[in-house]
């Protein structure tokens, strides 16, 4: 089965929706991968899957990326060098991303209107889709262990409900 990427009860702090983000962030890049790895499943279910992946990761990763940037750097940057440190490798992390991305959504794009294309696109898809998984899995890792625990410790209750505040608004304006 190609889509089954469910949810559970809303978070209740910012760390916590971060972290529901970050499942999301691994589940479609995942999904990615088995849409290359299928040789059975029906054109419905792969065009079906291909649009998830696509719209994820145009419309739900940019608002992530937004999040972490616009939302917790101002706030935790020089608080802690070691915070510091790993803001910024998060910042050139996602830079790093683009050109996966970019080519991940093109193909999936093209597999949302024609699913009888994958076999064409089964090698390059893969690869992209495994190098996204292997880099996201290490990013995502050094933001929960450090940039994570850092918003608990070092913001006050007051910012990490602004920034609670924020990370709902942005979902709202789309």
Same mark, same amino acid.
């Given at each position: =089965?190609?889509?089954?990427?469910? /949810?559970?009860?809303?978070?209740?702090?910012?760390v916590?929706?971060?972290?529901?983000?970050?499942?999301?962030?691994? /589940?479609?890049?995942?999904?990615?991968?088995?849409?290359?790895?299928?040789t059975?499943?029906?054109?419905?279910?792969?065009?079906?899957?291909?649009?998830?992946?696509r719209r994820?990761?145009?419309?739900?990763?940019?608002?992530?990326?937004?999040?972490?940037?616009?939302?917790?750097v101002?706030? +935790?940057?020089?608080r802690?060098?070691?915070?510091?440190a790993?803001?910024?490798? =998060?910042?050139?992390?996602?830079?790093?991303?683009?050109?996966? +991305?970019?080519?991940?959504?093109?193909?999936?794009?093209?597999?949302?209107?024609?699913?009888?294309?994958l076999?064409?696109?089964?090698?390059?898809l893969a690869?992209?889709g495994?190098?996204?998984?292997?880099?996201?899995?290490?990013?995502?890792? /050094?933001?929960?262990?450090?940039?994570?625990?850092?918003?608990?410790? +070092?913001?006050?209750?007051?910012?990490?409900?602004?920034?609670?505040?924020?990370?709902?608004?942005?979902?709202?304006?789309?």
């Amino acid at each position: =089965m190609l889509i089954g990427i469910g /949810s559970k009860k809303p978070p209740e702090d910012v760390v916590d929706l971060l972290l529901d983000c970050h499942t999301r962030i691994r /589940s479609f890049s995942r999904l990615a991968v088995r849409i290359a790895e299928q040789t059975e499943a029906g054109e419905k279910e792969i065009a079906e899957a291909a649009a998830r992946v696509r719209r994820y990761f145009s419309v739900a990763l940019p608002l992530h990326v937004a999040d972490e940037e616009e939302s917790i750097v101002p706030r +935790l940057s020089g608080r802690d060098p070691a915070v510091d440190a790993a803001l910024a490798r =998060m910042e050139d992390e996602h830079e790093g991303h683009t050109e996966d +991305l970019r080519r991940l959504v093109e193909i999936c794009a093209a597999l949302e209107q024609a699913p009888s294309g994958l076999p064409a696109v089964r090698a390059e898809l893969a690869e992209v889709g495994a190098r996204l998984v292997r880099d996201f899995d290490e990013h995502l890792r /050094s933001e929960e262990e450090t940039i994570f625990p850092a918003i608990r410790s +070092l913001l006050p209750e007051a910012e990490r409900v602004a920034i609670f505040a924020e990370l709902r608004a942005r979902r709202r304006a789309i």
